[in-house]
């Protein structure tokens, strides 16, 4: 597709399950972040990839959470042992900032998120 | 970290009337973005600013890079429903720190009453 695409749209599970999410980015873009909304707030930074590899992993809650990349392309944000707290939205959003001769702009294509909840 | 500070927290308006809004920090940022996120949606850009005084309009849109490079502001006028969401001011440092660089505030929303 032309954007940034997550799945499942919506989550529900009971707490203490483990819980995969899922990001395919746009083609050819090179960064991926993953952020975290909660009911009427503001956009928390969890985890950033320049290709696959995360420099800065500062984000994440707790060792409960964790984000791979692959093939520089599609990504999976996994929590484990989910807790109500858990929670939110999650979104992902894409750029090109790294690419030869594409500077760092801010523009980030953000997809539609994916519900959490856990019950 | 570096923060930004973002007000109003929320509007209520009527229709019809020129909105405005801001971001500030202690922080110096080489680029001031504004992101709207309509409801179940993710955000998406709306302006980008790039030089400290840089006055930019999209529609009736207008947002200004402020010249200290420590804050922005955002003008909506003559608001119609579609204006109705979240929007967050963001600030981008060349110097790194967050994700990339990359500081958003907490989001103003706003609220259309008809």
């Known amino acids: 597709g032309a954007g940034v695409s997550q799945s499942p749209s919506n989550k529900v599970t009971e707490k203490g399950k483990d819980v995969e999410l899922r990001c395919d980015p746009i083609?050819?873009?090179?960064?991926l972040y993953w952020y975290r909304q909660s009911l009427g707030q503001g956009l928390e930074f969890l985890i950033y990839?320049?290709?696959?590899?995360?420099?800065?992993k500062s984000g994440l809650p707790s060792d409960r959470f964790s984000a791979e990349r692959t093939g520089g392309s599609v990504s999976t944000l996994t929590i484990q042992r989910t807790q109500q707290e858990d929670s939110a939205v999650y979104l992902c959003?894409?750029?090109?900032?790294?690419?030869?001769?594409?500077?760092?702009?801010?523009?980030?294509?953000f997809g539609e998120g994916s519900r959490l909840t856990v019950l | 970290g570096q923060q930004l500070n973002q007000s109003p927290q929320s509007m209520f308006i009527q229709e019809g009337e020129d909105v405005s809004m801001n971001c500030t920090s202690s922080?110096?940022?080489?680029?001031w973005l504004w992101y709207k996120q309509d409801p179940g949606e993710g955000p998406v850009l709306l302006i980008a600013l790039y030089k400290a005084g840089e006055l930019t309009s999209n529609g009736r849109l207008t947002a200004q890079f402020g010249i200290t490079r420590k804050d922005s502001f955002l003008n909506i006028s003559a608001s119609i429903p579609s204006d109705v969401g979240i929007y967050f001011c963001?600030?981008?440092?060349?110097?790194?720190?967050?994700?990339?660089?990359?500081?958003f505030g907490k989001g103003t929303h706003l609220i259309i009453q008809p």
């Open positions: 963001a600030g981008l440092s060349y110097s790194g720190g967050g994700a990339d660089g990359l500081t």
């Open positions: 959003a894409s750029s090109l900032v790294g690419l030869a001769g594409y500077a760092n702009t801010g523009e980030l294509f």
């Open positions: 083609s050819g873009h090179t960064a």
């Open positions: 922080s110096i940022f080489n680029t």
């Open positions: 990839f320049q290709g696959n590899s995360a420099p800065d």
